[in-house]
């Protein structure tokens, strides 16, 4: 009997990485994550299930071993809170790790980048979608999922929708609220990640993934204000610049001001699906539409 496929996973302190750990591990997976500070996973309920190898990706002599005998590896990091600059570090990582995988002889690696596209995206989503290229340049079969706004408790862009709306009965806005996004819950992005391992036809494609629901950043709000039996009036200021707007977005959440002005100058984008490949590479998986995903959310609290 051959012995279990060895899983990477970078980002398992992160939100979408800490998630990923457990449900792989349910599918019996052999789990190794990669971690600045062994310190860091100790609270985890399944630091004992998991391999813990310390590193980081910006430093290719640790990256060796902590990818030695690995077959998938889970890109999961991004530096959007590190301040100036951001976009070239989270470039650099990903071209390191890439270039440190394919030496390593890894087989795939599954990365989690954003939607949009044109070329006027906000810094924040083109260094998503030029890391994914990053990571692609090393010579590894890379699937790149795109998502929008992860809707779950923990997710800097939902946590944000949430303590807006908790915490503001009215709300001034910039002209960008009215761009379109496609939500996602996220049991169903983490249906998608763990698919891939077993889906081969994914690997060096580009998957757009989505909720069922197209809307506007002003929909997710008033539909999470009604949800909650909240009523929000807001009001659109077309003159309110992202810099703004961020301080504006960090003076009423706890969110970081370099985090949250990256998020904010991504509202301008459009983030939606534009073609039907998820579908049919993963017709198993049928993602929920904002409602019920706002529902996951409640019954959590």
């Known amino acids: 009997m051959a012995a279990p496929r060895t899983i990477l996973v970078t980002g398992a302190t992160g939100y979408i990485g800490g998630r990923l750990v457990p449900r792989l591990l349910e599918d019996e997976r052999r789990v190794r994550v990669l971690v600045r500070d062994r310190e860091r996973v100790r609270s985890r309920p399944w630091s004992e299930q998991v391999e813990v190898a310390v590193g980081d990706v910006l430093d290719p002599a640790t990256l060796s071993e902590a990818l030695d005998g690995v077959d998938t590896a889970y890109y999961l990091v991004h530096s959007m809170g590190s301040g100036p600059g951001f976009h070239e570090l989270d470039v650099q990582a990903a071209r390191t790790f890439g270039q440190a995988a394919a030496e390593a002889g890894v087989g795939h690696v599954i990365y989690l980048g954003g939607l949009g596209s044109g070329a006027d995206l906000s810094p924040h989503l083109r260094s998503r979608q030029e890391c994914g290229q990053a990571l692609r340049a090393g010579g590894v079969a890379v699937t790149e999922f795109r998502a929008a706004v992860v809707v779950g408790a923990g997710s800097i862009s939902f946590e944000m929708i949430r303590y807006l709306v908790e915490r503001l009965p009215v709300m001034v806005c910039p002209r960008w609220l009215y761009s379109h996004v496609q939500p996602i819950a996220v049991d169903d992005l983490l249906d998608y990640l763990v698919a891939a391992l077993d889906t081969p036809a994914c690997r060096g494609r580009i998957i757009e993934v989505g909720g069922k629901d197209v809307t506007t950043y002003e929909g997710l709000m008033l539909d999470y204000a009604r949800a909650r039996g909240l009523r929000r009036l807001l009001l659109p200021v077309p003159v309110l ?34 073609d039907d490949l998820a579908r049919s590479l993963f017709p198993q998986i049928e993602p929920r539409d904002y409602a019920s995903a706002l529902g996951s959310v409640m019954g959590e609290g």
């Open 241 to 274: 610049t992202p810099r703004l707007s961020s301080y504006w977005v960090h003076w009423f959440t706890p969110i970081p001001t370099a985090i949250t002005r990256a998020l904010v100058e991504g509202l301008r984008n459009d983030v939606v699906v534009t």
